[in-house]
């Protein structure tokens, strides 16, 4: 699954896209004709994205709510970041966004860019209510991307809990 923005295409990974992108990248960015400068894939980062993998395993068919999806700048062809849904929607109709980008690479609105685009997508998929988020109480660039696409911040605790 493809979406397009003025500066980005956005690829929802299939579950071999995305088991490649954790065991063989170069052979992923052959694949989609890309190159890889995103966030390394190490450490939490690489847990988080198993984890995904696991998740559409399980349930392959509804590949663009577990996967990840590359955000790459179409001029070029880098992978600049990424972003996913954490699952399908709920019993109440909301699903979580996350987002990251490369730090080379931030800064210039390709994230406020990609998570428009995720979030127009998924509000217009069959029994999405709403989106939610979670960041960093720190997390002063995410929070802004989020208050310009009409988050609302509804719960501060260890973290920051948004709801569109």
Not at 56 to 82: C, Q
């Amino acid at each position: 699954m493809k979406l397009t923005t003025e500066r980005l295409e956005l690829i929802a990974l299939n579950l071999r896209q995305l088991r490649l992108w954790t065991e063989d990248l170069p052979q992923l960015e052959q694949e989609l004709d890309c190159r890889y400068q995103a966030e390394p894939m190490k450490g939490i980062f690489l847990e988080i994205v198993k984890g995904q993998l696991v998740a559409t395993e399980a349930d392959p068919n509804h590949y663009p709510w577990h996967s990840f999806w590359l955000m790459i700048r179409k001029t070029d062809r880098i992978v600049l970041g990424s972003a996913d849904f954490k699952d399908v929607p709920d019993e109440n109709g909301i699903s979580e966004l996350g987002y990251g980008i490369g730090p080379a690479f931030e800064h210039r609105g390709y994230t406020t860019e990609a998570a428009r685009a995720l979030c127009a997508w998924a509000l217009a998929q069959p029994g999405v209510k709403h989106l939610s988020a979670e960041t960093d109480l720190d997390g002063s660039a995410s929070q802004r991307i989020l208050q310009r696409l009409g988050f609302q911040e509804i719960q501060r605790a260890e973290t920051v809990w948004w709801h569109l």
